[in-house]
């Protein structure tokens, strides 16, 4: 069993983004909801309410957390370091895409952090959630079991519930079915970032050998980073892929246009 | 697996019993929590605020509950017809008392229901939770676990976590192990034989673009197969790396031996 300083710097390494936020209670009830179980890390993605009264109000004794709060621009900028980015979804999408309950993705969370990888739980909208463009960015989306009838829940409120599955799972306080791959994986998880450069490369590859018609894309690169983020590369994996990329690139003829 | 409203026909023998509640804000987001996990029965002890604009609001399209919640007086009033009562404490005290998880209360309230029991959650004041006396008056005790330091949870935040503790062992979600995916994946994954076939298919490639040396292979063919086998490829994902590497071969120049 760990203490709540351990607990805490484990939890240090996830992230809670807030995409475009539109009620300042809700910021604030969020950080109170993270500080409750340990969490302390929150992005802010263009958010369109502010660090006003009504956070600081909700937010009771959490707006260090609110203070501190990382605001950016644009959802990538703000997974740019997340090596596992867990989308909220309530909504049926067209591709099937990889989807854990709030517990799964617990022992999920719990057997990434410890080779010090950072994790993204990215919260939509309080109209409407996450656009599609933005669960494709994810790794895997998370559902929270509801009523069918009645099944949006209020963010803070989804905060509040991964939250607790988070701390649950890595304080070890229930028992969690721990993901185990017999020895310590041994290369970090491939960030955000570099994923979106393999795959950046592989695109412009798959353009010049004539595969992918950029005019007319259709579903393969949405397929293809699905495989890919599926997979979760570590960093070893990305540079063997991209090391494949760059010499196929060498060995191509020069394009007669 | 049940369907909602079997759930929600289970979930009608808990009531949810807020006493002396001071924020309008709070009872209109317990009954939206409430909503969101199939919970229905809410009963309001001595509340020090109304069901007003904002409660309503708070309340999203849950006002239904608000607006069927029964009002009484005292808190053993509000027992009376209780097999099973359940104090949601923070604080330590002085008799030790049968305190259980969340979850192991979960489990606890999933075997009393078929029985015909009624259970009461009780859910103290913002303030300062529930007093000694009104804890005397609970079988057991559930304790959400928080962090030591900052161990105040908002009521309607305490009221979502056990409401989905509620659910999950009640509609036994959590005990079906599955993989899902939002909606039904699209295409059968792929078979051993037709894995195999595409990483031969890569190998035979990587040869012909002189990125692997037959003669010294080392890792790589094994950490590329762990790589597509981790994300279990369908068999039109298959069909796209087969594709590609087609064209590859295609757009090679002859080999100048």
């Known amino acids: 069993m760990m203490d709540d300083a351990a607990i805490r710097a484990a939890l240090a390494a996830i992230d809670v ?3 475009e936020t539109t009620h300042a209670g809700n910021l ?10 340990g969490l302390s890390q929150l992005v802010l993605v263009n958010p369109q309410a502010s660090i006003d009264d009504e956070a600081i109000a909700r937010a009771s004794r959490a707006d260090d957390i609110l203070h501190q ?4 621009p644009s959802l990538t900028e703000a997974l740019a370091n997340a090596s596992l980015v867990v989308g909220t979804s309530a909504r049926s999408r067209h591709i099937p895409w990889p989807l854990l309950s709030p517990r799964e993705l617990g022992a999920r969370v719990a ?31 998370v559902h929270i079991p509801t009523d069918a009838d009645y099944s949006s829940l209020n963010v803070a409120q989804a ?3 991964l939250c607790y599955e988070m701390r649950l799972a890595v304080s070890g306080e229930e028992l969690t079915s721990h993901q185990a791959w017999g020895v310590e994986w041994d290369y970090p998880l491939a960030t955000h970032e ?3 450069g393999m795959l950046r ?6 353009v010049d050998i004539d595969f992918l018609d950029p005019n007319t894309p259709k579903q393969l690169m949405t397929r293809l980073r699905r495989l890919y983020q599926r997979a979760a590369p570590d960093q070893m994996e990305i540079n063997m892929l991209r090391g494949m990329l760059a010499q196929i690139n060498k060995r191509l003829p020069p394009r007669s246009e």
Chains 1, 2 share one sequence.
């Open 17 to 19: 983004v807030m995409v």
């Open 28 to 37: 604030g009830a969020a950080a109170r909801a993270m500080k409750n179980m």
């Open 69 to 72: 709060a990382r605001i950016v």
């Open 111 to 141: 057997s990434a952090l410890p080779a010090g990888n950072r994790i993204a739980l990215v919260f939509g909208r309080e109209s409407n959630g996450l656009s599609n463009d933005e669960l494709q960015l994810c790794h895997l989306h």
């Open 159 to 161: 905060i509040q519930l």
């Open 194 to 196: 570099q994923l979106d």
């Open 201 to 206: 490369h592989l695109e412009q590859t798959l």
